[in-house]
Every structure is written in structure tokens, then in C-alpha cells.
């Protein structure tokens, strides 16, 4: 029987835990976020095509979430650190393919592979609760993972690695 990493509900004094669950698929990646590990969204990206840039999402990882605000989103989200890439953003969209590149976009509901709908209603609280715990002087974290992660021999590494564990 193969195990199945579950994400469950917690809270850790001065930090922010955002997780998204991946399913990778030709078309794009959907996947479900939870902030500190209660279901809050679910997401779109583009599809894996090896990390390249305007091309491929990010790699499964833990990096660093910022506040960031420019002309065109107004207050949006970036994602520090990522290898190879910058301006890494969440950001409204409902189609990956057009509408982003290597981006994040959270979606009320999953419509397609890479598709989704009512971007900006699941984008707004989203970035609200970000915000507030930044102002609160938290640290904000996402972790980004697929099921796949648990597959097959070195389970336990691939885990460490993604989730900054060792």
C-alpha cells in the first residue's frame, strides 16, 4: 500500500505555513493550497517543462513568500529564492497558458488542466491573510509538493529536501 502524505491543520508561533499540493498534467498544474494546513483555494500554474523560465513552473520546494505591489496587480504575492527564476508572483488568472508565466494563480474552482475559475475571488483573502501575518511580523513559508514525492526509493530524502527538513 502506498502512503499518502496528508496535510492537517496546525499553527507555529511566527510563521505563516502555506502548502500546495500539485497534480501535474500536460496541459498545466492544478493544485490545492492550504495556509497553515486547513484547504483555503485551489491553484493553477503552467506545466512542468524542466524550470524554464516563462515556460514551466517552479520546482517543488520551500521558499519564502513576500509582499510585493506593482502598477499592473496592485498588491500581489512573490516568491523568493526560486533556482533560475525571478518575479515569481501570485497573481489573478483562470488559464495558465495565457495568462501566466511560471506563475500562481489561486482559483475558486478547478475547471481544466491548468484552467480555473473566479481567480481574483480566491486571490483577494488570500493575500489579506498573507499581509496581516506580515504585519504581525511573521515569517511566510510555502511548499510547494506532489503525491508523487512519496513514490518509489529515497522517499524520505525527496521529503526532506522539498520541505527544507534537512
Avoid at 512542468?48 to 520546494?61: L, V
Wanted: charged share 25%.
Amino acid at each position: 500500500m502506498q502512503a499518502k502524505f496528508e496535510i492537517v491543520p496546525f499553527e507555529r508561533p511566527g510563521v505563516l505555513y502555506l502548502f500546495i499540493e500539485r497534480k501535474y498534467h500536460r496541459n498545466g498544474t492544478n493544485g490545492t493550497l492550504y495556509v497553515n494546513g486547513v484547504k483555503n483555494c485551489h491553484t493553477i500554474e503552467l506545466p512542468w517543462k524542466d524550470n524554464r523560465s516563462q515556460k514551466s513552473c517552479i520546482p517543488e520546494g520551500t521558499y519564502k513568500v513576500c509582499k510585493r505591489r506593482s502598477p499592473r496587480f496592485g498588491n500581489h504575492l512573490q516568491i523568493a529564492d526560486v533556482p533560475d527564476r525571478d518575479f515569481i508572483l501570485f497573481h489573478p488568472a483562470n488559464n495558465a497558458i495565457p495568462e501566466l508565466n511560471g506563475c500562481i494563480a489561486p482559483v475558486t474552482e478547478l475547471t481544466g488542466e491548468g484552467c480555473g475559475s473566479e481567480s481574483r475571488k480566491a486571490f483577494e483573502p488570500l493575500v489579506e491573510t498573507v499581509y496581516k501575518a506580515i504585519k504581525e511580523g511573521k515569517e511566510v513559508q510555502i511548499t510547494l509538493f506532489s503525491q508523487k514525492l512519496l513514490r518509489g526509493e529515497g522517499a524520505m530524502e525527496r521529503v526532506n529536501k522539498v520541505f527544507a527538513l534537512g
